[in-house]
């Protein structure tokens, strides 16, 4: 059908692409070039693509098997992969072809583009961090495989209805999903509940066998992840669950007909939603039940890789090397334990041995409260084998804890897997640390606050263990995708080996004085400005100036990320305005967007801030032209293609100590944006490559938050001892932006003033002084146009191909892997 893409499906032929996208059309999709839909259009391009990298996928796991390769496997509740037309096009280097073969049939490839459907699996930094990895690993000819569930209903379709965050389903697989291949033949089954009994097997020897309640079966469903320009296609594989028996025939014969087909229904909601909301007992369960069913069936699946290639299961540390992304796989550590122990009669010694050298540990949070804990009779209930597989690893680790530190019981309660302090619970987190080689943060900071804090006993006990891997992002989406104006130009100044190559993008500095090229830039950056206009104007209603400075704050709605702070200094600046309308001020857009969890009603309360500030500022005749504020819907990855590459200012304002690294501060400092922030996560880094006079830096340092929270801190004194801030709270309080509600906002007014466990008052007045400095330092369009090229071209640390090669040397020992074209 597809013979005219030529012998080399990597290389066709203009021609050959539109034969097979007319082919496509008409034997794929049963249309017509007359008739067809755009999705129908998306789905005969995306299958004409698909094509052209099957035949790499298919080369690099034949290579892999035959060369004995040792694989990386990453496990990860989340992948945020985002589209996958523009990347897989751009990672085959066809992105002229395609566009100008689709041009020849009378489309625009941008718009079929436009109509794919964004997996949404994924909540935030977590996932979008997994799908970078993924693309970096397959870019640097890294054997890997990614792990995960293929949920039915990815993360919610944000919609705002009167201020409102307002959650709506999303239907990313209502019209298939092209990229994705199902392998039914590797399907394989998963136990839960029940009971543990134990026998004496033909060798005299003790064992326990699990009798479960009930049984599921997992159902991979594969897609290939291709590399930039290399001949490597590695494998993102997610698990969907169905019923071992999906149809109770007699049941149906008596009559029930909705009994014959509930065990299904139960089975599938495993993989349903995308973080089932666990306030309830049920949730809790259903979110245990789904982190171990796709835990199980990718340890089962690299067993069955494993003995496939030949290779004794006790060497199955030499061939899997398996990264824990954050604590929802951490249940891998006793899987892992009952599958050698129990079904293959591996001695415990021999499989814990093999474990530890098999694991590794990714911490992405300070917040102990997210550090994953699951209450003991839940546990026991879903997964009894398990229990009492964590109870042996803990009396076994506690007995070395004993000896390392004597007499210490107080120690002895800190580390064990089980918290015993109220409510008995099984600590995840130690599970993790406790069954790695090696345990990482995700920034310099971050890891040295995991040191010191969050897992100090840890660290006191294996020193050895605990190393950084500062977070990345791709080049390839984040840049090259994403601000193709952006990427011409630099590509035109120093070559594209910096698409390969990301610390090649330190070439491009020199060009920050060169005026001809400063000129180029700050075009191409109002044109993405105009382009984000457009669509602020579609999404909300909201016309916004171009001229205006873009101030962006786009990440996960919560406290601690500190959106509300960004509002103080909205509504103080209006305040001035209200006050004084002849003063001077650049005329602004504050952009916002993220989700806040649907049980966490203060985030939401945010959201809402946010939108009643926006009413009144945007509607009042006085300061419209000079003051916008927006929330844009939904943030997505599709979302942030275009916001990144169209921001002037970047807003990185959590309080320090608390957030772990950041991904989204990297992305703006790649397009240009400047920097507003503090010395939190990443931004410790950011700061020191591009140059502390590109970044502008405010509020108390970690150590400051420690040093004040241990003496006392007032936040009621900042609020009488600052003239507008009382001005600002006072406003908010009043119900000036909610209709005259005194009502509304008290929570959120009542907890700055009493509690105020993130510190805005603290950090108030230095926030907005430093955002004063914004202020002077934009009106010289020259200077900032000059330090948003070094903050681009000073980025270069913060590619994900160097964090996979730090995990690649210093915790995974692999190596690249070429595959042979």
Request: charged share 25%; with cysteine; aromatic share 10%.
């Amino acid at each position: 059908m597809n013979a005219a893409l030529g012998r080399d499906r990597s290389l066709p032929t203009r021609e050959g692409l539109k034969r097979a996208f007319l082919d496509h059309l008409l034997y794929t999709q049963n249309k017509s070039l007359a008739i067809a839909s755009r999705n129908d259009l998306y789905q005969a391009l995306a299958h004409t693509i698909r094509d052209c990298m099957l035949r790499t996928w298919f080369d690099t796991a034949s290579s892999y098997k035959a060369k004995h390769s040792r694989m990386v496997a990453y496990l990860s509740a989340e992948f945020l992969m985002g589209p996958y037309l523009g990347n897989n096009v751009l990672n085959l280097g066809l992105m002229d072809e395609v566009k100008a073969a689709i041009a020849e049939l009378g489309l625009d490839f941008d718009d079929l583009a436009n109509q794919e459907e964004e997996p949404g699996l994924g909540n935030g930094g977590l996932g979008r961090l997994a799908a970078c990895f993924i693309d970096s690993l397959a870019s640097l000819e890294i054997p890997a495989i990614g792990y995960g569930i293929r949920y039915e209903y990815g993360i919610f379709y944000q919609t705002i209805i009167d201020g409102w965050q307002v959650e709506n389903t999303d239907k990313w697989l209502r019209y298939g999903n092209p990229w994705e291949i199902q392998h039914a033949e590797w399907s394989v089954e998963i136990k839960l509940g029940g009971r543990t009994e134990t026998y004496t097997d033909d060798a005299g020897k003790f064992r326990v066998r699990w009798v479960p309640e009930k049984t599921v079966a997992g159902v991979p469903f594969d897609s290939p992840i291709l590399g930039y320009r290399v001949n490597t296609a590695n494998t993102l594989r997610l698990w969907r669950a169905e019923a071992t028996e999906a149809f109770d025939f007699p049941t149906f014969n008596r009559g029930d007909y909705l009994g014959a087909v509930s065990k299904k229904v139960t089975s599938e909601n495993l993989t349903k939603v995308l973080y089932p909301n666990d306030e309830s007992d049920q949730g809790k369960e259903l979110r245990l039940e789904q982190q171990y069913f796709f835990v199980s069936c990718s340890l089962q699946d690299m067993l069955r890789i494993q003995i496939n290639r030949g290779q004794p299961v006790t060497e199955f540390h030499l061939a899997f090397a398996i990264q824990l992304n954050d604590t929802h796989p951490a249940i891998g550590v006793a899987e892992l334990m009952r599958l050698l122990v129990d079904e293959h009669q591996i001695v415990w010694e021999q499989a814990w041995d093999v474990t530890r050298q098999t694991f590794a540990y990714t911490n992405h949070t300070l917040l102990p409260e997210a550090l994953e804990r699951w209450p003991l009779k839940l546990f026991e209930r879903v997964l009894p084998r398990h229990l009492e597989i964590i109870y042996e690893i803990n009396a076994r680790f506690l007995n070395e804890v004993r000896i390392r530190f004597l007499g210490d019981e107080s120690r002895l309660s800190r580390l064990s897997l089980i918290d015993e302090s109220g409510e008995r619970y099984v600590r995840m987190a130690h599970l993790a640390c406790v069954g790695s080689s090696a345990i990482n943060g995700v920034a310099e900071l971050h890891s040295e606050l995991l040191k010191r804090d969050v897992l100090a006993d840890f660290y006191a006990m294996w020193p050895e263990k605990f190393t950084n891997v500062t977070n990345g992002v791709t080049p390839r989406r984040w840049i090259a995708l994403s601000n193709p104006r952006q990427t011409s130009l630099v590509s035109r100044a120093i070559g594209n080996d910096w698409i390969k190559d990301f610390s090649r993008i330190k070439e491009l500095e020199p060009f920050a004085d060169d005026a001809g090229f400063a000129a180029d830039w700050q075009a191409i950056k109002r044109d993405n400005k105009i382009e984000l206009a457009g669509q602020l104007l579609q999404r909300t209603g909201i016309r916004v100036d171009p001229d205006s400075m873009f101030d962006v704050q786009v990440k996960r709605i919560h406290e601690y990320k500190r959106q509300h702070l960004a509002v103080l200094h909205i509504v103080a600046l209006y305040h001035r305005l209200k006050s004084d309308p002849n003063l001077d001020v650049v005329p602004r857009t504050f952009i916002f967007g993220g989700k806040a969890a649907p049980g966490y009603h203060r985030a939401k309360l945010i959201i809402k801030l946010i939108t009643s500030v926006g009413d009144v500022v945007n509607n009042d005749p006085a300061v419209r032209d000079r003051l916008k504020v927006v929330f844009l819907p939904n943030f997505s990855v599709t979302r942030g293609q275009r916001i990144y590459p169209a921001a002037d200012l970047s807003e990185q304002i959590s309080l320090a100590g608390k957030e772990a690294s950041g991904t989204g501060n990297m992305k703006f400092a790649m397009n240009g944006a400047l920097t507003i922030g503090t010395m939190d996560g990443a931004n410790v880094e950011i700061r020191e490559e591009v140059g502390a006079d590109q970044f502008f830096l405010f509020g108390l340092t970690a150590e400051e938050v420690y040093a004040l929270r241990a003496r006392g801190y007032s936040p009621s004194d900042y609020y009488r001892n600052n003239a507008e801030l009382h001005a600002v709270l006072d406003l908010i309080r009043s119900g000036f932006f909610s209709r005259g509600d005194a009502n509304l906002f008290a929570p959120l007014i009542d907890e700055l003033m009493h509690t105020d466990p993130y510190m805005l008052l603290v950090d108030y007045q230095s926030y907005v002084d430093c955002q004063g400095e914004v202020d002077r330092t934009y009106r010289d369009t020259q200077d900032w146009t000059r330090r948003s090229i070094l903050n681009a071209a000073r980025s270069g640390k913060f590619s994900s191909d160097r964090s996979i090669r730090d995990y690649a040397e210093r915790v995974w020992k692999v190596g690249p892997a070429p595959v042979s074209s």
